[in-house]
């Protein structure tokens, strides 16, 4: 069942066209991929997903709600949450304030915030041991966990995830894909941009290759695995 729906999507820059009539759906419970090579137009489709950036023209639903002209805050509580590249935790802050801001749609419900962080700590043990520990003292694995965490602290439907593996040593992004894996386990509908087609294409079911704004490719990830132009652009397969 279709969950998220894009519909002729156009972004565009001032005069610079970024994103030029896209059609991309994510169904229930799904993890779908977006790939791309850097200015692509990932990142700019999953921040008007988000309410981040305007539309040129086109639709975005979720459910039975338009959000192309929703503010932000209100797509969060609708049930999208974005975790962006780079992480952007607040560095001067322990790792629990940042979490407790990642349930901010349930401040006055103490409770659901403390069942979203013991959430939270079970996926990613090593938040608990520095929860008290300030956020910019954490090596880069642990502040994507924590990114990542506090992005699960709204108990999104969907999760929007820009880049988790980047500048991650292969070690850790192992260990942030298994937990990726097992947060759409537990319910969690996920769209992944990531520059990392190999695993990308592992842990998804599907995936869109975007190319200078429109959709390249797309369909299931086993099979654009085998697809000679994906193995050649992006799996380095000659």
């Known amino acids: 069942m279709s969950l998220l729906e894009l519909s002729d999507v156009h972004i565009a820059y001032g005069n610079v066209k970024a994103v030029k009539g896209i059609d991309l759906v994510v169904n229930d419970g799904e993890i779908v991929t977006l790939l791309g090579a850097n200015g692509a137009g990932k990142t700019t489709t999953l921040r008007a997903m988000s ?27 609708l049930g999208i949450c974005h975790v962006p590249e780079g992480r952007r935790v607040f560095g001067t802050l322990t790792v629990e304030e940042n979490l407790n801001l990642g349930a901010y749609k349930y401040r006055n419900d103490p409770g659901r915030v403390q069942s979203g962080r013991e959430r ?18 954490l090596s880069g694995g642990e502040q994507q966990m924590l990114a990542i965490g506090r ?61 200078t704004g ?22 380095g397969i000659k």
């Open 51 to 77: 309410g981040l950036l305007r539309l040129q023209s086109g639709i975005i639903r979720f459910c039975e709600h338009e959000l192309q002209a929703m503010p932000a805050h209100k797509i969060v509580e």
């Open 151 to 211: 992005g699960l602290m709204s108990d999104p439907r969907v999760l929007l995830l820009d880049e988790p593996s980047l500048g991650l040593a292969p070690k850790l992004v192992q260990e942030i894909f298994r937990t990726i894996y097992e947060i759409n386990r537990q319910g969690v509908t996920i769209l992944l941009v990531e520059q990392n087609a190999r695993i990308a294409l592992r842990v998804a079911q599907r995936a869109y290759v975007l190319e």
């Open 120 to 137: 939270v700590y079970q996926l990613f043990p090593r938040l608990e041991e520095r929860r008290k520990q300030l956020a910019g003292t």
């Open 214 to 235: 429109r959709i390249a490719l797309s369909g299931e990830s086993l099979e654009l695995r085998r697809d000679p132009r994906v193995q050649q652009a992006y799996l």
